[in-house]
């Protein structure tokens, strides 16, 4: 399961660095502004919840198997 978290982690890296890039290229107060806002959110969280994830060792399904 860890190579799960480790892909959800690496996507949420690169994702989060493109977002990065866009940054001077997005008008404060513009649509593509709040959009650019929320995706920074959601990926953030999706960034540090894999990474505790992967830290733990956590297998949702260790229990099924």
């Known amino acids: ?12 890296a690169v ?3 493109f977002l990065v890039l ?9 649509a593509t502004f709040v959009i650019s806002a929320v995706s920074f959110a ?5 960034f540090v919840a894999s990474a505790v994830f992967i830290r733990a060792d956590w297998d ?3 229990e099924l198997w």
Not at 1 to 12: E, H, K, P
Not at 42 to 46: K, W
């Open 1 to 12: 399961m860890t190579t799960v978290w480790r892909a959800f982690f690496t996507a949420s």
């Open 22 to 30: 866009s940054v001077p290229f997005v008008e404060p107060g513009s």
């Open 60 to 62: 949702p399904f260790e």
């Open 42 to 46: 959601m990926l953030a969280v999706i």
């Open 15 to 17: 994702l989060l660095g």
